[in-house]
């Protein structure tokens, strides 16, 4: 394609055989009715199965098919990232390979493109197809997150979204070895607005996103935009204190004016087992931020691919600390 690329749409994928067929057909089916020039870059963060090989086949037959295969799984939110990189057009859009986000509301967001936003999320008003536990812990997940940053990350989004060019430039400013994009997206700021819709279950295949993982990203959006968690462990020490020296008192006068008995080896271990755990909690909590910190300064690249098809890899002159290990 030599005409220069109005669209780009990044595809993070991690074992989707079960779905890659159907989703590159729908995709085709939604840009080919744009009726101007895309590219499908396909992001395969190390997947065992056979994944990679059949986006291989796709780009050898259709050149509107670009893979970026990853040496290892590095993550969700770094395949993103290494899409947005490479990504070549006016607009960028990402969206996941499972369709639980239709590629039908595409024309949607580029028309709110058009009406002059940078930045273009999609809002879901209902979950299909996840449990009731699932709906609990996003929901209340989003809302501790407003609740924790300075930010205003939009509620029920995930990372189905436009991003105008300017945007995705700013981006690639961003050396974070933790991302979170969507709220990265929201700290950079610009003309952002929503469009919303039903979310559906999985095409086929399972999720790829268990309960680990989704703790992992709460961390990373949590410590990435807000150090309240460390301000709510200071407070909590100093209430502890407090209360340690009142209750100290207390012992004093039982001791000196009454003649209540003492409390003996039951109370004490009470006292301290919870003054133990919180301690271990505060302990955690700035283990945490220690550790993020570490990981930042070991100036690793973010991700490394492993083969190309469709992109010269080697013309991206990335920034180093959000390389792809062709710096």
């Not at 499908?40 to 190390?46: H, I, M, T």
Request: hydrophobic share 40%.
């Amino acid at each position: 394609m030599g005409a220069q690329i109005r669209y780009s749409v990044v595809i993070p994928v991690y074992n989707e055989e079960a779905v890659v067929h159907e989703t590159y057909r729908r995709l085709k089916t939604v840009m080919n009715g744009m009726g101007e020039t895309y590219e499908l870059l396909f992001v395969n963060d190390g997947s065992r199965d056979r994944t990679a090989e059949i986006l291989m086949e796709y780009s050898q037959i259709d050149d509107t098919v670009k893979l970026l295969d990853f040496s290892r799984n590095f993550g969700h939110q770094i395949a993103i990232t290494a899409g947005m990189d490479y990504a070549a057009g006016d607009a960028v859009i990402v969206i996941d390979a499972d369709l639980q986000d239709p590629p039908e509301l595409i024309p949607d967001m580029i028309a709110k493109w058009r009406e002059g936003f940078d930045v273009v999320y999609a809002k879901r008003t209902k979950r299909r197809g996840e449990s009731w536990f699932k709906k609990l812990t996003a929901r209340m997940f989003y809302r501790l997150l407003r609740l924790s940053t300075d930010i205003a990350i939009p509620l029920d989004t995930g990372d189905f979204r436009l991003l105008d060019r300017r945007v995705c430039d700013e981006m690639k400013r961003i050396p974070e070895s933790n991302r979170f994009v969507r709220g990265l997206v929201s700290w950079i700021g610009f003309r952002q607005t929503s469009v919303e819709y039903e979310r559906d279950e999985r095409h086929a295949g399972q999720t790829h996103y268990p309960l680990k993982k989704m703790l992992k990203l709460s961390l990373d959006g949590i410590t990435s935009f807000s150090y309240k968690p460390l301000k709510l462990a200071g407070y909590l020490g100093f209430l502890l204190s407090v209360s340690g020296f009142m209750y100290m008192l207390y012992v004093f006068y039982a001791k000196l004016f009454t003649d209540a008995a003492i409390p003996g080896w039951t109370s004490i271990t009470i006292i301290q087992l919870i003054f133990n755990g919180f301690i271990l909690i505060i302990l955690g909590i700035v283990g945490e931020y220690i550790g993020r910190i570490y990981d930042e300064t070991k100036g690793r690249p973010l991700y490394i691919i492993r083969k190309s098809s469709g992109i010269d890899i080697k013309q991206h002159r990335l920034p180093k600390a959000a390389g792809s290990g062709y710096e």
